[in-house]
């Protein structure tokens, strides 16, 4: 028995002598993988070769890897998805431990699904992951485009069912297509509508948008990518959604103050080869108006991946929505601050409107095995919209009132095709990227004057001979075809990357239709007047008078085409400090609503934008900064207002600033984010005003000089996310004549909290404007009259923000994959 024990005593000690002994000869390979840029790269497969076989770790959301190996020489390899591959020696004694990869993408991350983290920082190009839209409680669908920020401050008309109007870079694009645009595309279909009934480059379409399915946004801060043209000029949002959920089943239940209520439903099936989901959203609210919104929304969205391998997939798309909504519209300010009216009061309380809407496209990408990525996909799409507004109350008819119907019925089709090539050009790394884009829409548009919703007010007796009430109606197919080529070459060792590109794109505008002022035509086709009289001598009749009773008459045809380059260089000089510089150029474009373009064919019929920037960015660690220069030039425009059927000219404008952004990381589990935009000037170079004996720059009005953001962040402290959202814009002019006539600024803190109960179960609990902040969202100045014996008056018309606003919701998430 002795001899047994002083055997296993023997044994046990020489285990531990070798374990110890094996210890001291492993040694810990460690570090971060990254770009020339210095942005950390998740998901890039570390393969060490040693002489006991292979190991490999995955480098994980902050770039990072760790794994253990032998106190010997050994290869590692670096490798993942549209990553150049790499190998490296390592010596025995050669330092291992934190060293830093540098990784070149031989596809771009804006032109593929490849995923850098937010910290790191660029002028260009901002993204937004998933964590946000997964937790936070959005009481509105506007508070998605909130969520944005990069300068963009977004404000609603009407507080509910209507597009919000965009506002960057000292310009106001009104509903996101006009003053160079801002193009926003969901899984690269457009939102932007052009020739809409209610403004040119309407995003409505963003209402039918689930905020739990949006996979990543990427914000391109310019026109600086070939690949996007109409509407592109203040820049390019791409929202890509998800193909499949992590979750069998997702269902969350949510309501809050206004007689809020929201849900989330979703399936997302576990099958081999296929990535699908089927969501469903319905919503409602009141807000905080005297008059309810009863704003109803319900959306469907769908999604089916086939993948035939890890490289090869095709994939269907839907997605249908609708929505019905009542409004208080903007109101006179004059008349809150003497008490007349509450600021959640209205004067019209039939404002509003529905929408119904549906989109279905399918989807195919291939990676070859050389390297190249071909991507295509192709969409259908149908809309009904019917706006009801009445911004002048009686200035028009004061009689029955100034209410209209804008009305947009809508069929369009549209297809994309990419190809990505990754070449060599003399040993350095070069990728050539060549696409096309086709989008026909078929419209009826219309302005019809209402009362009580009903569309027939111009047709009763005393409006027939009003020219000041106006009707208008057209059929017009609006057709772009476009084609690009974009080459960006690494030289260096990937230090400094210089990339090219052109774009053309074609419209075509095709338009039969009328505008009708003081009598109603029995047949507006036939250029004929109410009476019988002879036709009209000319197609396009002098303004309608009583003394001239014809319709204006739309019809023609018309076509034009705009280049647009593009140059980025973007410079690392140092192999150790993280710093780059970068400087582009990109020309964006606006194409104009079919009906200007017909009636005043001899305008501008595609404006265009010059953006020039410069700037610098650092990207540690903890600490990401980007400092910018922009410098825009806009062409001469032409804006037809479907508000009353007229057309505006705009000059040459110019706006000239400088952007800062942060990311610092304070420890593992909170972190601060800031943004600021500030428009030093926005003026007209060629117009002038004579103010006291001197001449002025005529300014451009209706848009903020100061746009800033700032989030807290806690993320994963023992269940708890949570964020602090600041956001801010400064006051702004109104008339660009008179300085004093203002829009007030803003500063609003809203608070997010999310606590996982259990692995399937989460509570969530936001609140919307944390302290109760008093504040107008959108704010126009024009003349109204606010009853049929008030005397008229120009003045500030205003949208009111929300108030204190608090959600709560439960979130199941049941079924894991994985």
């Known amino acids: 028995m002795k001899s047994f024990i002083k055997g296993s005593v023997y044994i046990a000690f020489l285990l531990i002598s070798t374990a110890n002994i094996f210890a001291q000869t492993q040694r810990t390979f460690s570090g971060t993988i990254l770009t020339q840029q210095f942005e950390l790269v998740p998901n890039v497969t570390v393969e060490v070769q040693t002489s006991d076989g292979n190991i490999s770790a995955v480098s994980d959301a902050e770039g990072k890897f760790s794994l253990k190996v032998a106190e010997e020489p050994f290869s590692a390899k670096f490798s993942g998805n549209n990553i150049e591959p790499q190998t490296r020696i390592f010596a025995p004694g050669e330092k291992i431990e934190n060293v830093q990869i ?14 850098i983290q937010d910290n790191s920082l660029a002028p260009d190009v901002e993204r937004r992951n998933e964590t946000i839209y997964n937790n936070t409680l959005f009481g509105r669908d506007d508070q998605i485009i909130q969520s944005l920020n990069a300068g963009i401050n977004a404000g609603q008309h009407e507080g509910g069912g209507k597009s919000l109007e965009i506002r960057r870079f000292g310009f106001n694009t009104d509903h996101g297509g006009v003053n160079g645009g801002l193009k926003i595309l969901v899984d690269n ?7 809409q009934g209610h403004g040119q480059g309407y995003l409505g379409n963003l209402k039918s948008l689930s905020p739990e399915l949006v996979q990543d946004v990427s914000i391109i801060n310019g026109p600086f990518s070939a690949a996007y043209g109409d ?26 103050s206004f007689n809020t209520l929201r849900g989330f439903f979703a399936y997302s099936p576990k099958i081999k080869n296929i990535e699908a989901f089927f969501a469903y959203e319905p919503s409602y609210t009141d807000g905080p108006f005297e008059s309810p919104l009863r704003y ?34 903007q109101i006179p300010l004059d008349l809150v601050a003497s008490g007349e009216l509450d600021r959640f009061g209205a004067i019209d309380p039939e404002n509003g409107g529905k929408v119904r809407l549906g989109t279905v496209g399918t989807y195919f990408r291939k990676e070859l095995n050389s390297g190249a990525t071909f991507k295509a996909d192709a969409f259908i799409g149908r809309s009904l919209f019917d706006l009801f507004s009445n911004f002048t109350f009686f200035l028009a008819d004061p009689i029955y009132g100034d209410e209209i119907q804008q009305h947009d019925s809508r069929l369009q089709q549209g297809a994309n095709v990419q190809y990505l090539q990754p070449y060599k050009f003399f040993g350095k790394q070069a990728l050539l990227t060549v696409g096309g884009n086709l989008h026909f829409n078929q419209i009826n548009v219309g302005l019809y004057p209402s009362v009580s919703r009903n569309p027939r007010r111009k047709f009763l007796p005393e409006n027939i001979d009003n020219a000041n009430v106006l009707y208008t109606n057209a059929n017009a197919k609006v057709n772009n075809y476009a084609g690009y080529v974009q080459n960006g070459i690494d030289f260096f060792n990937g230090h400094l990357r210089i990339e090219t590109g052109l774009r053309f794109d074609t419209f075509t505008f095709d338009v039969n239709g009328f505008e009708l002022g003081g009598i109603v035509a029995e047949k ?61 150029y990109g020309r964006g474009i606006s194409s104009q609503d079919a009906r200007g373009v017909v009636r005043n064919s001899d305008a501008p019929k595609i404006s265009t934008t010059d953006f020039y920037q410069a700037g610098t960015s650092f990207n540690s660690r ?38 800062l952004r942060n990311s610092v990381r304070i420890n593992r589990f909170l972190s601060f984010n800031g943004g600021l935009t500030q428009v030093i000037r926005a003026f007209y170079p060629g117009d002038f005003l004579e103010i006291n004996n001197s001449r002025e720059r005529v300014i451009i009005d209706s848009a903020p000089h100061t746009v800033a953001n700032g989030s807290f962040v806690l993320s994963e402290l023992r269940g708890f996310n949570a964020s602090l959202n600041w956001r801010h814009i400064s006051n702004y ?5 008179d300085e004093n006539i203002r829009a007030s600024g803003q500063d609003v803190v809203d608070l997010s909290i999310a606590k996982r109960l259990k692995k399937w179960v989460e509570l969530n609990f936001s609140i919307d404007n944390l302290f ?13 009259q606010t009853c049929p014996t008030c005397e008229t008056g120009t003045r500030i018309h205003a949208t009111p923000g929300y108030p204190f606003t608090v959600n709560f919701g439960l979130t199941f998430r049941l079924g894991a994959k994985e």
């Open 189 to 195: 279909v457009q939102q932007n509508q052009g020739t």
């Open 733 to 737: 002019r109104l008339d660009a004549e």
């Open 231 to 256: 509407f592109s000029g203040l820049g390019v949002v791409q929202i890509r959604l998800k193909e499949s959920l992590p979750n069998q089943f997702t269902a969350r239940i949510q309501g809050g």
């Open 622 to 659: 903890r600490v990401s900064l980007v400092g910018s220069f922009f410098l825009i030039d806009r062409s001469n425009e032409q804006v037809y207002i479907p508000d009353d059927g007229s057309i505006e000219f705009a000059g040459r404008s110019r706006s000239y600033g400088l952007e």
């Open 524 to 584: 507006p086709t036939e250029k004929r007047n109410f009476g019988g009289s002879p036709i009209c001598n000319s197609s396009f009749a002098n303004p309608v008078t009583p003394a001239n009773p014809c319709a204006l008459i739309l019809d023609g045809k018309e076509s034009a085409t705009k280049f647009q380059p593009k140059l980025a260089v973007a410079w690392s000089p140092l192999e150790r400090m993280p710093i780059t510089f970068y400087a582009n």
């Open 296 to 329: 109803r929304r319900d959306n469907v969205s769908g999604n089916l991946t086939y993948k035939f391998d890890d490289k090869t997939a095709l994939g269907f798309k839907l997605n249908f929505g609708r929505n019905n909504f009542f409004s208080s519209g």
């Open 102 to 115: 540098k990784v070149v993408f031989v596809v771009p991350p804006v032109s593929e699904s490849v995923v």
């Open 772 to 784: 109760n902040k008093r504040y107008f969202e959108t704010q126009n100045y024009f003349e109204s």
